[in-house]
């Protein structure tokens, strides 16, 4: 089975418009460096699941391989705005899966298109999404927002983002769960000045250690870590790693 | 002075996602045929001047040339997407003009970023956006919609889109103000089962030949317009045309 970060970027993603910051510069220079909106993907035998849908190449991916199903962690628009477009293609449909949010996005929710939304997951209840099972646990966000767990053939994953902090009992959950490989919201660069909805660089790892996970990765990056890393002013404990686009892990 | 369309697709776009149309197949193998959200530029030695801001290359587009303003037919998602990330870049604020709607989409309004959302444009009452003349014209559509008039150096355009059939009174003005090029909503082929918020072809050619221009280009088109000229089963008037994605006239 396999995981992937197919975007690790924050909600202005790196290039940041109009910005010329060494990051953004640099990742105008050479695509690898890119960070599009945060999301993730699992290919396993049974069919590819996507975790949020806010790529701006959206629809050209589920043309290569059309998903078997979409699990939203919430309804900004970073994380769904790629379903937009993808309502109003044909063919089989495409069951959706998130957490209970009465608004959704614009008018998701009244023109689905060949979208199904399934009934809302719950917290803590173990859900098939269709050959897939996974573990919606609740995070600290200004919507509803769900981080999800999975046990792959080798490896447990924890996915956490959009978040600030974690709720205790979510913490609680991991601790036990113990997650081989956990990616989470690491927007801002300590320090910087910023909103309360997601981590900073200093809580995220703290996060991490207290999981006791062995491999960590920051995703949701804004363009200032990069700028940081670049300029090597970033030090990271061991086993901890900035996500880059399109990175693949074997789980 | 330029004016582009940069996108001549409906809501779907061309090729739909999951479609094996003949159309939609062509345009897989050759991007060419590709039909983006319906949008359009104009170049003049002032700057540049987006309608609409639904294209999936927006960002990319807006800093090989940044935009003196952005002019919004209306709040539908594929008109306007694109302002969801754009809107979190750096530097100088970019004025967007559009109708009254106090809806806007999503949380733009709320977290305008460097967007510069001004005060509403009234139907019929010419607005300078920034060294370029438009006029608003009401359309028929779902949500409040204005096309524009303008006076290039040599032609006179109108972009009527979204609209199904068009306001008495637009339909007067249009008459007098006598476009030398007109783009036009033709979303749907006669026929073709559809919502009441477009026009079918032949309603868009009764309003093309009504205004009395000369040069009329059908746009915000479905796939299964390109199926009918692609099969041969599409007889357009002289001085009538399918728009194309990167079309350019000097006007
Ligand atoms: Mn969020
Ligand atoms: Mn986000
Ligand atoms: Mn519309
Ligand atoms: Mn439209
Ligand atoms: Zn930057
Ligand atoms: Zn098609």
Redesign the pocket.
Request: glycine content about 10%; charged content about 25%.
């Given at each position: 089975m396999l995981f992937r970060c197919s975007g690790s970027g924050?909600?202005a993603g790196v290039p940041v418009f109009g910005c010329n910051c060494p990051a953004c510069a640099r990742a105008r220079r050479d695509p690898r460096h890119c960070r599009g909106?945060?999301s993730a993907e699992i290919d396993s035998d049974h069919g590819r699941y996507l975790i949020d849908a806010?790529r701006h190449d959206l629809i050209q991916s589920c043309e290569q391989r059309r998903p078997r199903a979409i699990l939203l962690t919430h309804y900004?628009a970073?994380?769904v705005q790629g379903l937009l477009t993808l309502r109003w293609g044909v063919g089989e449909s495409i069951p959706v899966f998130g957490p209970r949010d009465e608004r959704g996005f614009d008018d998701l929710y009244k023109h689905p298109g060949i979208l199904d939304f399934r009934p809302p997951l719950r917290a803590f209840e173990p859900c098939d999404i269709g050959g897939l099972t996974v573990m919606p646990v609740p995070l600290a966000h200004s919507r509803p927002t769900f981080g999800y767990c999975l046990q792959g053939v080798r490896r447990r994953v924890a996915y956490l983002?959009?978040t600030v902090g974690l709720p205790a009992e979510t913490e609680r959950f991991l601790r036990a769960f113990r997650p081989d490989l956990a990616l989470i919201d690491a927007t801002y660069l300590d320090g910087q000045d910023a909103g309360s909805n997601h981590n900073h660089l200093g809580q995220a790892l703290a996060l991490l250690a207290a999981i006791g996970t062995r491999q960590g990765v920051l995703t949701?990056l804004g363009h200032r870590l990069d700028c940081a890393a670049l300029e090597g002013r970033l030090e990271l404990p061991q086993g901890r790693w900035l996500a880059e686009d399109g990175q693949t892990w074997e789980i």
């Open positions: 924050d909600v909106p945060a806010g900004h970073d994380h983002t959009d949701h």
